[in-house]
């Protein structure tokens, strides 16, 4: 197994297998820049660059990792980031002297994760939200339409997906205020206006485009994965009363748009190719430019916590996995561009909630408390329907290999009370 | 009445009361900057900065006008909007030397519009559209589920809007490929693969914002209008067929994201105030949050024309009028951010379609030919019940003065054949 001559533990998340990007901050003062996550440890690219050690790659002297977000190096493609992905896991191998016996340049280029500040890594242009979980759209559509008319007549023959608001996404530990907003609690009353009582976290996976494509010409489903840079947890916060009285006809707004957050670690594309697994079977069979011949899911297992100040540790709320999606990233990206609609470097599209089967593996309260129904029982005998201020959600995500992990950190975020006008 | 030294004709869109923004960037060559449209001219600021003429204003010194959008002016405020303003007018007045007795600037600084390429002004970071117009929204209700349900129950509490795309916003002049896509023609087939049938226009007008609010921090809807930078026309193309299979229940999606097209002259809203006009009477009286107690809309002719290659003139198709739309810009504004949503400098508000009571007000095909059913008649028998390959669409409005016109130019584009994968 390669290693890193830097000390890994088996459980972090950032071993030699991963090197996520990221942008960072020394707290001790500095220009935002590109880093790599290599244990406990951020490697500093910039650094690296200006010593020349990528020299002999496709981004030398293109002043890249000295950026305030990764979009220079999304806009290349795949080639260049498995030249580039190589080179730096080659830097920090266990057996290459390069960096490791240059001892000036490990005491400058290597910082604590401690030591930095984590920033939001892309500019996000367009934000898109999918529905892919079958799970997920079955219990919802249940709740609000019963049994029989659970899933809409489209779901199995596309993935439903819609546009999200880009300006509101915010990084992991950002603050999330209660919105307040219209709603209409009883189907009696004119709509009232107050803060929402029926706050709610979504647990998706996102999926940041690398290469863009032209507008009016559609992406293949083959050749879709390769538009892929990188992967990312997702909180999309979520307001269930809100929602459920202004979404229709033209879907979610507000009940989504104050906030929605992402871990501060890019998981290369590449890095997962080693937890492959097939999507569940798709019945009916989708319309060719949905067809996908190879398996386009990744076991990434994913988890939530839940910790109010009261709480002395953090209550695990669900246990899901990406591979529940029913529909796979690459037949996003191929309907997303199949009508010409362009993807640019940096456009996030998240999956939707990710449910399974298992109760427990739900990814929302809405989901968790069947639309408040069945409060979750947490520890000392305290109970949530749905969040309350002062509520952390963290969610977390990794790949398990043979003595390693491919992890996704962390994204958190605590609820604080709105801001009234 | 205000003059320029420069001749404009009664009937031109841009006198010396309107003085819209815009970027370009000359034939002759030469890097995008930022101009002004006065008669059949376009006034280059970058080299009137160049040449001192704003030292004495809040962005002196700041080279805001030497950049390929308006996003940096737009960051400013409505004062700042405001001084820069009268300084373009004075220096444009026939009265005030400075600049009409300069030849050697004049010959620099003005260029023909016939000599200049203009540019998509606006770096646009996220992309609302709504759905203002009452007759517009009962039109399509009724058409889709019948006249007693037409207006969903919210819709009279609420600007009912969503999120759209930001990266397929194209500039007035750029053909527009038809999107191929999934639909399902009727209700017993499973659904098809195919181009898209029932290609739409949509008529709007975009507010464009220029101040930002911080997330979490509601815009009162007394402030509102001061984060209003100018207003452009929007076309906002759609596929119907592809429009009534996906959008439930998430919203429209490929049927909308393929292209959007603006006009490259951002009206500042200083210019429209006075045709400031009450918008239709509300009832039931909106939350206090969407109250505006001073009036809210603004007297804008707006028209709709349709040519193809083998007609001799351009039909006009529609006739409608901004101060038709029931929810005013203060309203969707106050809406938009009352849950914490941000706005940032450059995004863009639209209306949705704006309809009026007439028949030949209405502001989309699907409207004009109630869904394919009463074709438009149009010169030398020819029919429309969609867009045709090689229609081109070009929508135009303008305010109407004593003895001048404040007038956004127009927003036109052709429909080309689809691009097959």
């Not at 004119?190 to 706050?199: E, N, V």
């Not at 269930?240 to 501060?264: H, M, V």
């Amino acid at each position: 197994m390669v290693r890193s001559f830097i000390d890994v533990e088996p459980d972090s998340h950032f071993p030699i297998q991963n090197l996520p990007y990221g942008v960072f901050r020394p707290l001790k003062g500095g220009q935002p820049r590109i880093g790599v996550a290599i244990g406990n440890y951020v490697l500093d690219l910039a650094q690296l660059d200006s010593a020349g050690y990528f020299d002999q790659t496709a981004v030398s002297g293109k002043n890249i990792f000295s950026q305030p977000s990764l979009n220079a190096l999304m806009s290349y493609s795949r080639p260049v980031w498995k030249e580039l992905r190589l080179t730096i896991r080659r830097l920090l191998d266990v057996e290459e002297p390069a960096l490791r016996d240059n001892k000036g340049l490990r005491a400058t280029a290597l910082y604590l994760q401690n030591d930095v500040e984590l920033l939001l890594p892309v500019e996000i242009g367009d934000y898109t939200d999918f529905y892919a979980s079958k799970d997920h759209a079955t219990n919802v559509g249940t709740m609000f339409r019963g049994k029989e008319n659970a899933l809409m007549p489209n779901w199995l023959h596309l993935p439903v997906g819609y546009h999200g608001r880009a300006s509101s996404i915010v990084i992991s530990g950002t603050d999330v205020r209660r919105p307040q907003g219209q709603m209409k609690p009883l189907d009696s009353a004119p709509p009232i206006f107050g803060l929402s009582r029926q706050l709610d976290f979504e647990l998706e996976v996102g999926c940041l485009i690398g290469t863009g494509n032209e507008q009016g010409l559609p992406v293949s489903i083959e050749k879709a994965e390769d538009y892929i840079f990188g992967l990312v947890l997702v909180n999309d916060w979520s307001a269930r009363d809100i929602q459920s009285w202004e979404y229709q006809p033209l879907g979610p707004f507000l009940a989504k748009n104050f906030a929605t957050s992402i871990s501060p670690w890019v998981v290369p594309f590449e890095a997962l190719e080693p937890f492959r697994v097939p999507a569940p079977k798709q019945d009916p069979e989708p319309l060719p430019y949905l067809r996908q011949n190879s398996p386009g899911s990744f076991n990434i297992q994913l988890e939530v916590y839940l910790q109010s100040d009261a709480m002395k540790r953090r209550n695990r709320i669900s246990a899901s996995n990406f591979s529940y999606l029913y529909w796979t990233m690459a037949q996003q990206i191929a309907h997303h561009t199949i009508g010409g609609c362009n993807l640019r470097p940096g456009d996030l599209l998240a999956s939707g909630t990710i449910s399974g089967p298992a109760k427990d593996s739900r990814g929302c309260m809405l989901e968790l408390t069947w639309r408040g129904s069945e409060p979750l029982q947490l520890e000392n005998g305290d109970e949530r329907t749905w969040l309350e201020d002062g509520d952390t959600i963290t969610m977390t995500g990794w790949c398990q290999g043979d003595g390693y992990r491919v992890g996704f950190g962390e994204v958190t975020g605590r609820v604080l009370p709105a801001a009234l006008s």
